[in-house]
């Protein structure tokens, strides 16, 4: 039997012929729409879920940058399609003491800097491990850790909440995952056997379907980017400047891009084709020669070309080095320290102890790390500019061993020219917004490149014509040469969309002066803007700034607000949870 006739063939050939692709998709879901409503409920097989008694979830959330955020919610979609009933929350939002009265806890956690908990998570983290925290013996958990193994605390946090959940009595449901930066496989696998956990512990059966939903809003992802066109590059900083900044325009127009002030651009980059024959040549190796990965086959050049790190070597990776050549003297006897490897590129390791005729092709690219993809701030408002998109980027170029090394995503944007491609997409950054009261007063502290959101925040007020309640604190080297954005700030000033500005040039004057010291000098105005219910803002460099900042807000809160040092802590870890705090730094 045919299932259309003749006049209905040709209405839906017209039909095809007259939709956009977009629309065809949206026929596509309304008829399947129309045809699940029309089914006869009463003919449907029950579901042996519907007779099982399912136990509650709460998902617990800590994040910095949105990822465990996007796994939870993964999680809690795949949970309630079972008829799971799910509570999603921030650990922000809870007493450690509630866990008493949960029955099963599912904690998502990144890991933030040196091991350390995200903001948001701190004093969670604390409390959980305090001597008052309370015996948890009828609770059953699981835990899903996101980290980076480059860095040697990977997924320290998570593996801190698994070990004391279960010094405090509680029971696994399933064993800790440690993803790295490429999670999402992971999770994945994860988010699945947690229901079936689930299901399995409560007699129901598993769904049929094995795949899972995922919430993207976007078209473009770091999988899929958009090849966004170079508007114009500018110079922000001086000829005789120490350092290069430069300011970069994006053509966004018709990609459907959307983004936030606060959000991230998030840029593909390759590396250098001299260093990538280098290494090739001094391995000993045929760059034609085909390798896997993940199941992918290709060659040499192209794995270490766009797949693998070829610079910022690990302490790890220096010690599985020394293991692939069964030298672990290696590691006692390196003059590199561990932040010699981090400016180190694999040319360097090799120069320690030759791989030629001992590592394999295969060998090379498993040792090495992924090439990710580099994170800048965005540096614009879409409600202002909106078919742009900026970016403020200060290019990366040094002197080790005799060689001049250069950044390999901002050496390749710094020689870009107008009408060139970047691959771009968006990474969402929810911990880093601006109040959601629009003339909520902000102290922004954003030294170097860590201006970027804060000129997106600016142009954000001057859209929604916001005046005053915003101070700036910015630092650099010299005021001549290094005032990225001078222009723009000063006409903020001048219309009143700024009502403050602190700037600190460290090499301006014998003694240096950072954006910390200002923060001090202006120590009783600070803690007034606080108490009126002001927002902070840190961008930046994360090792020492944002840890200096920190501790200058902490001093200020203590000596201002006449607080011991725990009651000051409390007091910015309040700040925090209220989301007045907020750190975007790296």
């Given at each position: 039997?045919?299932?259309?006739?003749?006049?209905?063939?040709?209405?839906?050939?017209?039909?095809?012929?007259?939709?956009?692709?977009?629309?065809?998709?949206?026929?596509?879901?309304?008829?399947?729409?129309?045809?699940?409503?029309?089914?006869?409920?009463?003919?449907?097989?029950?579901?042996?879920?519907?007779?099982?008694?399912?136990?509650?979830?709460?998902?617990?959330?800590?994040?910095?940058?949105?990822?465990?955020?996007?796994?939870?919610?993964?999680?809690?979609?795949?949970?309630?399609?079972?008829?799971?009933?799910?509570?999603?929350?921030?650990?922000?939002?809870?007493?450690?003491?509630?866990?008493?009265?949960?029955?099963?806890?599912?904690?998502?956690?990144?890991?933030?800097?040196?091991?350390?908990?995200?903001?948001?998570?701190?004093?969670?983290?604390?409390?959980?491990?305090?001597?008052?925290?309370?015996?948890?013996?009828?609770?059953?958990?699981?835990?899903?850790?996101?980290?980076?193994?480059?860095?040697?605390?990977?997924?320290?946090?998570?593996?801190?909440?698994?070990?004391?959940?279960?010094?405090?009595?509680?029971?696994?449901?399933?064993?800790?995952?440690?993803?790295?930066?490429?999670?999402?496989?992971?999770?994945?696998?994860?988010?699945?056997?947690?229901?079936?956990?689930?299901?399995?512990?409560?007699?129901?059966?598993?769904?049929?379907?094995?795949?899972?939903?995922?919430?993207?809003?976007?078209?473009?992802?770091?999988?899929?980017?958009?090849?966004?066109?170079?508007?114009?590059?500018?110079?922000?900083?001086?000829?005789?400047?120490?350092?290069?900044?430069?300011?970069?325009?994006?053509?966004?127009?018709?990609?459907?891009?959307?983004?936030?002030?606060?959000?991230?651009?998030?840029?593909?980059?390759?590396?250098?084709?001299?260093?990538?024959?280098?290494?090739?040549?001094?391995?000993?190796?045929?760059?034609?020669?085909?390798?896997?990965?993940?199941?992918?086959?290709?060659?040499?050049?192209?794995?270490?070309?766009?797949?693998?790190?070829?610079?910022?070597?690990t302490p790890k990776q220096l010690d599985a080095y020394a293991d692939k050549l069964n030298q672990p003297s290696l590691v006692a006897n390196t003059p590199l320290d561990k932040t010699s490897l981090n400016q180190s590129d694999v040319l360097d390791i090799f120069n320690l102890a030759s791989p030629a005729g001992v590592l394999t092709a295969q060998d090379l690219v498993e040792w090495l790390l992924p090439l990710r993809p580099r994170q800048y701030s965005i540096a614009s408002s879409q409600n202002?500019?909106?078919?742009?998109?900026?970016?403020?980027?200060?290019?990366?170029?040094?002197?080790?061993?005799?060689?001049?090394?250069?950044?390999?995503?901002?050496?390749?944007?710094?020689?870009?020219?107008?009408?060139?491609?970047?691959?771009?997409?968006?990474?969402?950054?929810?911990?880093?917004?601006?109040?959601?009261?629009?003339?909520?007063?902000?102290?922004?502290?954003?030294?170097?490149?860590?201006?970027?959101?804060?000129?997106?925040?600016?142009?954000?007020?001057?859209?929604?014509?916001?005046?005053?309640?915003?101070?700036?604190?910015?630092?650099?080297?010299?005021?001549?040469?290094?005032?990225?954005?001078?222009?723009?700030?000063q006409k903020w000033v001048k219309t009143g969309t700024l009502e403050k500005i602190s700037l600190a040039f460290s090499r301006d004057q014998a003694e240096k002066i950072y954006v910390q010291h200002r923060l001090y000098q202006a120590a009783a105005e600070v803690f007034a803007w606080l108490e009126a219910g002001a927002y902070f803002y840190v961008c930046g460099d994360q090792a020492k700034m944002a840890k200096d900042v920190h501790a200058t807000l902490l001093q200020i809160v203590a000596e201002?607000?006449?607080?011991?040092?725990?009651?000051?802590?409390?007091?910015?870890?309040?700040?925090?949870?209220?989301?007045?705090?907020?750190?975007?730094?790296?």
């Amino acid at each position: 039997m045919d299932l259309f006739n003749t006049t209905q063939i040709e209405t839906l050939e017209s039909l095809r012929q007259q939709s956009t692709p977009q629309q065809q998709l949206w026929l596509s879901g309304y008829f399947y729409g129309l045809s699940q409503a029309n089914t006869d409920a009463s003919k449907a097989t029950p579901s042996l879920n519907d007779q099982a008694t399912l136990p509650g979830v709460t998902i617990l959330v800590a994040t910095q940058t949105g990822n465990a955020q996007q796994v939870a919610e993964q999680l809690k979609t795949t949970l309630e399609a079972e008829s799971i009933a799910v509570t999603l929350s921030n650990v922000s939002d809870i007493k450690v003491k509630a866990l008493a009265k949960i029955s099963h806890l599912i904690l998502v956690s990144s890991t933030y800097g040196e091991g350390e908990p995200p903001d948001t998570a701190a004093a969670f983290h604390k409390s959980l491990f305090a001597a008052k925290a309370p015996p948890l013996r009828e609770l059953k958990y699981a835990v899903f850790g996101l980290g980076d193994s480059s860095y040697d605390q990977f997924c320290q946090t998570a593996i801190d909440f698994d070990t004391r959940l279960a010094e405090l009595g509680a029971t696994r449901l399933l064993p800790r995952v440690e993803a790295d930066v490429e999670f999402q496989s992971s999770a994945d696998k994860w988010v699945l056997e947690v229901r079936d956990t689930l299901l399995k512990e409560a007699g129901a059966s598993t769904s049929a379907k094995a795949s899972i939903a995922h919430q993207n809003t976007q078209a473009w992802s770091e999988k899929n980017p958009y090849p966004a066109e170079v508007l114009a590059i500018t110079p922000l900083t001086d000829i005789t400047s120490n350092k290069t900044v430069f300011h970069l325009e994006l053509d966004i127009a018709d990609s459907g891009i959307q983004y936030q002030p606060g959000d991230i651009a998030v840029i593909a980059t390759q590396n250098d084709s001299e260093l990538v024959a280098s290494v090739i040549r001094q391995a000993g190796l045929d760059a034609t020669e085909t390798v896997n990965l993940k199941g992918e086959e290709v060659t040499l050049e192209q794995a270490l070309t766009h797949k693998r790190q070829l610079r910022c070597i690990t302490p790890k990776q220096l010690d599985a080095y020394a293991d692939k050549l069964n030298q672990p003297s290696l590691v006692a006897n390196t003059p590199l320290d561990k932040t010699s490897l981090n400016q180190s590129d694999v040319l360097d390791i090799f120069n320690l102890a030759s791989p030629a005729g001992v590592l394999t092709a295969q060998d090379l690219v498993e040792w090495l790390l992924p090439l990710r993809p580099r994170q800048y701030s965005i540096a614009s408002s879409q409600n202002l500019l909106e078919d742009e998109l900026h970016l403020c980027i200060g290019q990366v170029v040094y002197e080790l061993n005799g060689r001049t090394r250069y950044g390999s995503c901002s050496n390749a944007l710094a020689n870009l020219q107008e009408g060139d491609q970047v691959s771009l997409s968006i990474k969402p950054n929810p911990n880093f917004k601006l109040p959601e009261k629009a003339d909520a007063p902000i102290m922004m502290v954003g030294p170097g490149t860590g201006i970027a959101p804060f000129r997106a925040f600016m142009q954000e007020r001057e859209a929604n014509q916001v005046k005053g309640k915003s101070w700036l604190f910015f630092g650099e080297q010299h005021f001549s040469r290094d005032f990225l954005y001078q222009v723009e700030w000063q006409k903020w000033v001048k219309t009143g969309t700024l009502e403050k500005i602190s700037l600190a040039f460290s090499r301006d004057q014998a003694e240096k002066i950072y954006v910390q010291h200002r923060l001090y000098q202006a120590a009783a105005e600070v803690f007034a803007w606080l108490e009126a219910g002001a927002y902070f803002y840190v961008c930046g460099d994360q090792a020492k700034m944002a840890k200096d900042v920190h501790a200058t807000l902490l001093q200020i809160v203590a000596e201002q607000g006449q607080m011991d040092a725990e009651a000051a802590e409390d007091y910015l870890q309040n700040l925090i949870q209220q989301k007045r705090y907020q750190r975007d730094v790296y």
